[in-house]
């Protein structure tokens, strides 16, 4: 009886106390079961953009798989695809993308996860070299669907044979007739070796410096003189004289600036046997200054007109010296000397004759 009743006892407490677990448990069951079937808040970076977001997937994987994203085994995924997933994690997804790379006249297209152009390119295995450039620039970010080219520069130096052209140097001639030239030297071109700094783009030439030059034959400039002379025909005169403008006188390749010029001189002529003198007479042939008179070179002359010594040009006749003079000479005549009186007499009597007074010394 005892027994029972003592058993009896501890029946009614065991269950009074799983009541009162029950009471405890069922509320904290409900409350875990509950916040398993809530969402979990996680930020996701996708390709560098990160954003919050709500879900019930269990694992990383879980979580790719809900938002219906394929990762492949170029992608990079942090954390694994195995990681359960709390509230507050973080989950990283850089996705490769195929960019296009235009290179060496062809398109390459390269497989990275890299988000500029310089991580693109070597994920790529494309080296650069040192003076090539890209578009984009090397630090520019990329975006899925871009292009990226690459443009090769080259710096050499080449060598190049050059033709130097020659020119044409005219001069000035007082003693050439104005209108008339004369090539005084022919041109010749020249070679040169032009040494040049060569910059290409993609084989293209986009720039030439010229670095230094080297002459191989030296140019020969074309010289033409240039006539100033003005032609002046006196009056009865059978040849010109050509006078510079600048009061200069030429003829016969020679210039000269004359004292004073006569106008209407007549001449006549005269031979060493025409002064009466006995050719074994000491002063046969010779002529008032004491020197021996001479063919094509003596004149007789008034000495106040044109004094002794000095050189003259007669036209048609050429250029004489003053060495003589005669009772006949007065003015303007002029007794020229030549070599026999029969000359003389072929000689005759020219007027109106143009005579050039030059002076002592002969052009």
């Given at each position: ?70 990762v ?14 709390k ?80 020119q ?40 030439r ?9 030296p ?17 009865g ?7 510079a ?15 004073k ?103």
């Amino acid at each position: 009886m005892e027994l029972r009743t003592i058993w009896d006892r501890y029946k009614n407490r065991g269950l009074v106390l799983f009541g009162g677990l029950a009471l405890v448990l069922v509320p904290m069951i409900g409350y875990f079961s509950a916040q398993a079937t809530q969402p979990k808040q996680v930020t996701f970076s996708l390709d560098g953009e990160s954003r919050t977001v709500a879900t019930k997937a269990d694992t990383v994987e879980e979580f790719l798989a809900e938002r219906q994203i394929a990762v492949t085994e170029k992608d990079f995924v942090q954390p694994a695809p195995q990681t359960k997933l709390k509230s507050g994690a973080l989950i990283t997804l850089h996705t490769v993308w195929s960019i296009p790379v235009r290179i060496d006249g062809q398109t390459k297209v390269i497989q990275t996860r890299s988000r500029d152009v310089a991580g693109a390119l070597k994920d790529g295995g494309i080296a650069l070299g040192e003076k090539d450039r890209t578009e984009p620039a090397l630090t520019a970010a990329l975006t899925k669907d871009a292009t990226i080219t690459v443009k090769r520069i080259v710096e050499k130096m080449v060598d190049e044979e050059e033709r130097v052209t020659y020119q044409e140097i005219r001069k000035n001639d007082p003693a050439l007739e104005k209108g008339k030239t004369k090539v005084l030297q022919e041109g010749q071109e020249g070679k040169a070796i032009a040494h040049y700094k060569l910059v290409t783009e993609d084989g293209k030439e986009i720039s030439r410096e010229l670095v230094s030059r080297e002459v191989l034959t030296p140019k020969k400039d074309r010289v033409v003189a240039m006539g100033t002379a003005v032609a002046m025909r006196s009056e009865g005169a059978s040849e010109r004289v050509l006078v510079a403008s600048a009061g200069m006188v030429s003829r016969g390749g020679k210039v000269f600036r004359p004292k004073k010029v006569l106008n209407g001189v007549t001449l006549t002529a005269y031979s060493p046997a025409g002064g009466g003198k006995h050719p074994s007479s000491p002063g046969y042939g010779r002529t008032a200054t004491g020197v021996k008179a001479q063919p094509g070179h003596t004149i007789a002359v008034d000495p106040r007109v044109i004094p002794y010594g000095w050189w003259v040009y007669i036209e048609g006749v050429g250029y004489r010296r003053a060495e003589d003079t005669g009772g006949a000479m007065r003015g303007g005549k002029i007794d020229v000397f030549v070599s026999t009186e029969s000359e003389a007499v072929r000689f005759g009597r020219k007027r109106n004759k143009t005579v050039y007074v030059i002076g002592p010394q002969k052009p």
